[in-house]
DNA sequence: GGCCAGGTGTAAA
DNA sequence: TTTACACATGGC
């Protein structure tokens, strides 16, 4: 079978397993773009707590965070860990919108992405998150779940630029198709095909790898 | 109590 | 270009 094939095959599957994702969740673009920084290495879980303290703070824009302190984001952000670091990528965000000009100003750019990327604090995947489910620009997002998930199911190995790449020219180019790919992962990746891999009853088990070597 | 979670920046080989 | 390490809280 072809890697095309293959991953429309483990797209097909996912999404008859676990439905629609309706991803990224969040109520608006700036939020996506906090919670894209707050869930860096860190649960969505401990990210919703975080988001709710903001939320009470009336925290989640731009101008309130530039005239915030990073002691008092920092206290509000404290369940997902990382809290000294990720204030200053909040107040960074923050900066950057404002100085783009607002959110449509800055999702125009043609050069976003290198835009995002030269963010002290956005690395390729939150930039891509970014792109993907708040700018609404078809990026495949690739996280440690993709790789890990692909490596098991297709035996493909690689950096982040390679798996983009692998997926990005095998998949047609398309929003909702991107957006809900990732998702589904994801939703597998909580589940099944963990660091110590749990198979049974994993739905993508009959074009699964594991084990024939 | 130990492991892991929707990464990133920095330093060093 | 790749690898190692710090960053930190909450759930199971």
Same mark, same amino acid.
């Given at each position: 079978?072809? $890697?095309?094939?293959?991953?429309?095959?483990?797209?097909?599957?996912?999404? $008859?397993? #676990?439905?629609?994702?309706?991803?990224?969740?969040?109520?608006?673009? /700036? !939020?996506?773009?906090?919670?894209?920084?707050?869930?860096?290495?860190?649960?969505?879980?401990?990210?919703?707590?975080?988001?709710?303290?903001?939320?009470?703070?009336?925290?989640?824009?731009?101008?309130?965070?530039?005239?915030?302190?990073? !002691?008092?984001?920092?206290?509000?952000?404290?369940?997902?860990? /990382?809290?000294?670091?990720?204030?200053?990528?909040?107040?960074?965000?923050?900066?950057?919108?404002?100085?783009?000009?607002?959110?449509?100003?800055? #999702?125009?750019?043609?050069?976003?992405?290198? &835009?995002?990327?030269?963010?002290?604090?956005?690395?390729?995947?939150?930039?891509?998150?970014?792109?993907?489910?708040?700018?609404?620009?078809?990026? #495949?997002?690739?996280?440690?779940?993709?790789?890990?998930?692909?490596?098991?199911?297709?035996?493909?190995?690689?950096?982040?630029?390679?798996?983009?790449? #692998? /997926?990005?020219?095998?998949?047609?180019?398309?929003?909702?198709?991107?957006?809900? &790919?990732?998702?589904?992962?994801?939703?597998?990746?909580?589940? &099944?095909?963990?660091?110590?891999?749990?198979?049974?009853?994993?739905?993508?088990? !009959?074009?699964?790898?594991?084990?024939?070597?």
């Amino acid at each position: 079978m072809s $890697n095309e094939k293959k991953l429309m095959e483990i797209y097909r599957l996912l999404k $008859n397993r #676990f439905g629609k994702q309706n991803w990224w969740p969040s109520e608006n673009e /700036f !939020e996506m773009m906090v919670g894209a920084i707050l869930t860096q290495n860190v649960s969505w879980n401990n990210v919703e707590m975080a988001m709710d303290n903001l939320k009470k703070k009336i925290m989640l824009n731009p101008l309130s965070l530039k005239n915030s302190s990073l !002691e008092k984001i920092q206290e509000l952000i404290k369940p997902t860990g /990382f809290y000294k670091q990720k204030s200053k990528r909040l107040m960074r965000l923050a900066d950057a919108v404002i100085e783009s000009g607002g959110l449509k100003n800055l #999702f125009q750019k043609d050069n976003l992405r290198e &835009y995002l990327l030269n963010i002290n604090g956005i690395g390729p995947e939150t930039a891509d998150s970014i792109i993907l489910y708040a700018a609404d620009r078809p990026k #495949f997002v690739v996280d440690s779940y993709t790789k890990r998930i692909i490596n098991r199911v297709i035996g493909y190995e690689g950096n982040y630029r390679r798996l983009q790449q #692998f /997926f990005e020219s095998n998949l047609r180019s398309d929003l909702e198709l991107y957006k809900e &790919y990732h998702a589904l992962i994801v939703e597998l990746g909580k589940n &099944y095909c963990k660091k110590e891999p749990v198979c049974n009853g994993c739905p993508l088990i !009959e074009i699964c790898e594991l084990g024939k070597k």
